[in-house]
């Protein structure tokens, strides 16, 4: 029997590209019954949204590789309303982070900061390194309590350079008082004073040297 025309199309359909990429995982948010939306910074496309079909049922195969602030590799197909997750393993977890209440948190806030002033899809080197260097920070077993504060004015400032935000420190502040917490005692001013800060006197360079001095220390302890 012939091949119909609309069958003959079928089986011309190009089958769907998979990328295959290492990504950290930064928030996630339920969707429908079982479904699950990641926001992954990955090594080669940038910050993404990512779905994970049925990953919420306990059969699922993805649920190993897919916690938050984990290291993964990930393949995911770009359909034609969003981008499905067909495999992820898990390459770093990050005990130690884990395993302490307080760098939970910092680390949470690290990721709702990295989500907030990250664009959309666009390769970052700078980026991240920054976060895998965060996290490798976070997951020392030496890391003292007093050093999470050194290590969130370190990663806030290089965030806020690496994503082009810096000289405009005053609008960040204004968006979110969270954020301008950080900042003000990053530039030794209570969070308020910035409205009124002459924002281009500020020697972005010194800053930077004087963020990674601090993180040389906590890294010797």
Known sequence: MGVTQRENSWYKKPMAEHYRTQGIILRKQDIGEADRVFT?????????KLRAVSERKITSKLRGGL???YLSEIEFIQGKAHKTITDAAMIERYPLLRSNLERMRATQRFSEIADNLIGGQERDEKIWRLLEETLSILNRSLLKGRDLRVLAYYFLWNLLASA????????IALRDPRVAEFIGTLLRQDG??????????????LLQAISQEHLSRVLQN
């Open 40 to 48: 992954v910074f990955t090594k080669d496309f940038g910050k993404l």
């Open 164 to 171: 082009g935000y810096a000289p405009s420190l005053e609008q």
């Open 67 to 69: 916690e938050l602030f």
């Open 192 to 205: 308020r004073g910035l409205r009124g800060m002459d924002i281009q006197g500020i020697n972005e360079t």
